[in-house]
């Protein structure tokens, strides 16, 4: 069990009285606490630069959606999104990386600088539970935004439907790559192979853990399209970091809590100004780096088995677009509307403000759910 590495290596000890008061004291709950809060005012203070900078390079793709994942028309999607008549700017996504970024600069820095316990104390940046995440989220940013540069037309690369944009494919081997990096750390480096299933117990993986790791990533990265209303994908993100930073803190794992956090208040910086109508979308910058280091802190609190339950949103989403794209395939008929499926409920004659609150309060019951079964499991 991964937790019990960080404890028996790196940790005070097992998660039991003294611990957990430690935990639980008022220094860990303000070092969560206040780096979060500074990466909200920070993005914040950053949007209008960076908005007034999309919105001069007219950083928005130039034509409405045509095709749908199969190839074939999107009518109905197209209708609903009409994201090539807004001319709102992609990129939004990096308000929630340069927030997470410069409070990992700032506060690994400031103990240099000043000599005071406190800033000591904030420093979240550590070797056994953060450098990974932060090295995997800043590269797949990286890689969503040359998709997004490229999806604009800041350069010239081109999907296999003739639309710009990276092809899915290398995409998807980005994505395996990561996997594969966080998997043979995971294994060789750490010596980690083993799972805790929830009221099961402990699985021993072995080397397989690497194709668990590029699962993982994979599914989490194939719900993307849930990042098509306004306002959707960051709402439901700031809800499951907020569950995954619980459960960090209930492990004593602080730095992680702290990070998840982090990555809430840039989440919550971007979500501001992204409500209806959106000033500009999350996008691959935003949600690449979003949804691996989702599943990268899922394993290390030793919660990935609850992870279909904590973003229940986007297994919904998933299951029932690869349901859709199998019945259109072998049954040559839908059997929904219109996928994903949030757009159903649109075209059903929801509103789309609606659509995304319920799924708001939707993901917020099943966070809830998974951080409750977490801890009687």
Known sequence: MFLHYLNKKHMPGPISGQNLELALSSLSIFK?????????????????????????????????????????????????????????????GLIIIFATLFCVILYSVLPNFFQFNIFEKLNFISRNQTWLPIIIFILAALVGLLDDLASVGMFKLKNK?????????????????????????????????????????????????????????????GASNIDGLDGLSGGLFAILYSAYGIIALINNQIDIATLSFVVVGGILAFLWFNIPPARFYLSEVGYMP?????????????????????????????????????????????????????????YLGWSKEKVVMRYWIFGMIFALLGVALYIIS
């Open 161 to 221: 439907k003739g639309e710009p944009g990276m092809p899915l494919k290398m995409r998807l081997v980005f994505v395996i790559i990561f996997a594969i990096l966080a998997g043979l750390w995971f294994f060789f480096k750490l010596d980690f192979a083993t799972l805790s299933i929830p009221f099961l117990g402990e699985v021993y993986f072995g080397k397989y853990i690497i194709l668990l790791f590029i699962l993982l990533f994979l599914g989490m990265y």
């Open 290 to 346: 979003l949804a691996i280091l989702l599943g990268l802190i899922a394993v290390m609190t030793d919660a990935v088995f609850l992870l279909p339950i904590i973003a229940m949103p986007f297994v919904l989403t998933e299951i029932t677009t690869i349901i859709q794209l199998l019945s259109k395939k072998f049954r040559k008929k839908k059997v929904f509307p219109v996928t994903p499926i949030h757009n159903t409920f649109v």
């Open 32 to 92: 969560i606490l206040w780096p979060s809060i500074t990466a909200f005012f920070f993005g914040i203070f950053i949007t209008p630069i960076l908005s007034d900078f999309l919105y001069r390079k007219k950083l928005w793709k130039k034509k409405n959606v045509a095709t749908t994942i199969d190839g074939n028309q999107a009518t109905i999607t197209a209708s609903i999104l009409n994201d090539g008549k807004r001319e709102t700017p992609r990129l939004g």
